[in-house]
């Protein structure tokens, strides 16, 4: 019994939302793992192609309540 009220009791965990950002512009937003994928994306994009440059991309991370 005391074991099912600590778990109804337990905080839910917060989701985060992720942004990636080149010059400014969001071309992603999702969550954590989805994110990191984007930005090997851009990574094996910039290695290719040359674009876009590594010092444009940004990635933010918006806490659920923000």
């Known amino acids: 019994m005391i074991l099912r009220f600590v778990l109804v009791m337990k905080k839910p ?3 985060e939302v992720y942004r990636v950002c080149v010059d400014g512009r969001v ?3 999702g969550n954590e793992d989805e994110a990191l994928d984007m930005i090997t ?3 094996l994009q910039y290695y290719e192609t040359g674009e876009p440059h590594p010092s444009t ?3 933010e991370r ?3 309540n923000g």
């Open 13 to 15: 965990e917060s989701f």
């Open 27 to 29: 071309v992603f937003s």
């Open 41 to 43: 994306d851009l990574s």
């Open 57 to 59: 991309i940004t990635l």
């Open 62 to 64: 918006i806490p659920e």
